[in-house]
């Protein structure tokens, strides 16, 4: 498997999709390419990075007054005939 | 019944209650990716509040088969991508079938995530990075990486195939590591 083989099939790879062969290339591939491992190891954390940052509730403040906006916009709706 | 079914027979009833519940469920989900789409408080807030006004309305046609949460961010992505092309901003679809991208940053990181997010800089940096790509490939790693849904789930909301799905996702997922690693590099 080339480098640039590698890199098109990284996401698979993260995501284990991909079959047997694949996957035992792959695997081999990257024990002997330094480039090719910072760039697995640096997406995963980037995945990470992304999901800890992003996957938060909204604030408190931020929820009511969005609930209240939706709750004033709702009872418009329903009032004129929804 | 489960839970899920419960509530939908609650909104379909017309219960006051039931509206809150389904806010209370879905807020986070329905604000992250329209947020993730748009990268502004206000559209973001207004898509939200399309979305959920629009679900209300059309329960009663809601599949029962179907997940409510799927139901929910296929409404959010389109009320989203509509008020994209109301903005007319850049091409939210662009063809992004063709063109390999290579990883030219290739120094590991210093530090593992956990300890990244410490710093109020990681935050901004990656905000800043996301707001680089284009708004369908925001969608797909918000969708997949964030939100964590199945490809197949994935593809349905964004009504794409999952090649076209995973694609997006792995172009979303090298841009940002290009982009963070030029600020996360072991470099002096
Ligand atoms: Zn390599």
Known sequence: M???????????????????????????HLASCRNCSVALDTTKKTI???????????????REKLYGRL???????????? | MTEEDTLIERLRK???????????????????????????EDDAEETAQQTFIAAYRAIDRFEPKAK??????????NNALNIL???????????????????????DWRFEPEQLLLEEETHLQL???????????????????????????????QNISETLCKTRTHRARLLLRERLSEYFSERK
């Not at chain 1, 480098?3 to 790879?13: D, G, V």
């Not at chain 2, 409510?68 to 992505?77: D, E, P, Q």
């Not at chain 2, 679809?93 to 940053?105: A, H, T």
Request: glycine share 4%.
């Open chain 1, 2 to 28: 080339t480098c640039t083989e590698l890199i098109e099939y990284l996401s698979q790879y993260i995501d284990q999709e991909l079959d047997t062969e694949l996957e035992k290339a792959a695997q081999e």
């Open chain 1, 48 to 62: 990470t990075l992304g999901r800890l940052a992003l996957a938060k509730p909204l604030a408190g403040a931020k």
């Open chain 1, 71 to 82: 709750k004033q916009a709702f009872e418009d709706q329903t009032k004129t005939g929804g």
């Open chain 2, 14 to 40: 017309k219960d006051e209650t039931a509206f809150k519940d389904l806010f209370e469920l879905h807020i986070d989900h329905v604000y992250r990716l329209a947020y993730g789409i748009l990268q502004n």
């Open chain 2, 68 to 77: 409510l949460s799927t139901w929910l961010y296929r409404i959010t992505y």
């Open chain 2, 85 to 107: 092309h109301q903005r007319k901003q850049n091409d939210p679809l662009p063809d992004d079938e063709s063109e390999r991208f290579i990883p030219s940053s290739l120094i």
């Open chain 2, 127 to 157: 905000e800043k990075a996301i707001s680089t790509l284009p708004p369908a490939m925001r969608a797909a790693f918000i969708l997949r990486d964030v939100e964590q849904i199945p490809i197949h789930e994935c593809a349905d909301i």
